[in-house]
């Protein structure tokens, strides 16, 4: 137990990308995302809802990854949901 705490203490560390999914905030290190990936940090099933900072909502297709921008208060702000 306690070394899974510490491997993600170091993974948020060495992050530069911050992934909202309903409102929990996960650290990420890749410059991209799949639908896959926010569901198994999100824990759940289902399509994959992308909410933009206008409240426009889109499902995202499977397979294809998400641009992240580094900089928590500098990229426009996206968050993910269940579909």
Not at 2 to 27: C, L, M, N, T, W
Not at 34 to 63: C, K, M, S, Y
Request: without cysteine; hydrophobic residues 30%.
């Amino acid at each position: 137990m306690e070394a899974v705490a510490q491997e993600r203490q170091g993974e948020s560390e060495h992050a530069k990308y911050e992934v909202d999914i309903e409102g929990r905030f996960f650290p990420w290190t890749e410059p991209h995302i799949t639908p896959e990936q926010i569901r198994q940090l999100g824990g759940f099933a289902g399509p994959v809802t992308e909410v933009d900072e206008d409240n426009n909502q889109r499902v995202l297709p499977e397979g294809v990854a998400v641009e992240l921008k580094p900089g928590h208060g500098f990229a426009k702000k996206h968050r993910y949901q269940r579909g």
